[in-house]
């Protein structure tokens, strides 16, 4: 059986990513930290672009990215060195009102949903939130160790 003695994930909202200074300084920060995941929100890239975005020690899980307007986007990845398996979560995104991405993976036989959830600032889209949350499953509460 595989164990995991830690488990991390880092968000940025980058607000584009091809932004040089904000995203090198991340870049950086992930390099030193190491997280198991890396969460992104305000990719700003579309889909052959996300296709073709490298980050070192990393591979792209899953996406999703703007097809009708610019900005938007969520992306996320995980370590190369991630043990356990994992699968993408088919998430409804729903363009310019919440956009999604998320994963499943199983640790000690516990199943682990990672799910990234980016609403731009517009009061109208609170109506989704409940579908959203709907389709990714059951939430359970994680114990936490700290050593």
Known sequence: MKHTKNLSVVLLNAQGIQSANSFTQFF??????????????????????????????????????????????????????????????????????????????????????IVLVYRPSNPSNNAKIKFIFGKTGRFSRIKLQYG
Do not use: M, Q
Request: hydrophobic content about 35%.
């Open 28 to 113: 950086e920060f992930s390099k030193i930290k190491k997280p198991t995941f890396i969460a992104i929100c305000e990719t700003w890239l579309d889909s052959y672009e996300i296709k073709s975005f490298h980050l070192d020690g990393y591979k792209i899980a899953n996406y999703f990215s703007r097809s009708k307007s610019s900005r938007g986007g969520v992306l996320l990845l995980v370590k190369n060195t991630y043990c356990h398996s994992w699968k993408k979560l088919k998430l409804k995104s729903f363009e310019s009102e919440f956009e999604v991405c998320g994963i499943e993976t199983i640790i000690d036989s516990k199943i682990i949903k």
